[in-house]
């Protein structure tokens, strides 16, 4: 029912930023856990950030905590990945992924609609 659309992705020198947007349509946002992954060539997909239903509460793994920021604005349906101090083992394609529930999860597989992804690429 929901659409996500990523965008914001690009190259970027070691150090860098870049922020990251996914618009959702179709439903309501303010219902749907947000979630970010990322998935490089060969690698599986690794959860990068979560949100709750109100942005309150947020979750990060230690590879990116202290320099990833997820936040949502539910009035644009629209959340977002700040990511500053970029490695580059940053370097995936970054996708975009909602859930029905009050829960938030850091699985790939507790989300049930995704994004199209949109490119990262961290240069030394």
């Known amino acids: 029912q929901i659409q996500l659309v990523e965008s914001g992705g690009g190259s970027v020198q070691a150090g860098g930023s870049l922020r990251l947007s996914c618009a959702a349509s179709g439903h ?21 950030a979560a949100s709750s239903r109100n942005g309150i509460n947020t979750y990060y793994p230690d590879s990116v905590k202290g320099r990833f920021t997820i936040s949502r604005d539910n009035a644009k349906n629209t959340a977002y990945l ?43």
């Open 82 to 124: 700040q990511m500053n101090s970029l490695k580059p083992e940053d370097t995936a394609v970054y996708y975009c992924a909602a859930r029905a529930t009050t829960v938030v999860r850091i699985t790939s597989g507790e989300y049930d609609y995704w994004g199209q992804g949109t490119q990262v690429t961290v240069s030394s």
């Open 28 to 48: 309501t946002f303010s219902i749907y856990v947000m979630g970010w992954f990322r998935q490089a060539p060969g690698k599986e997909r690794e959860f990068v």
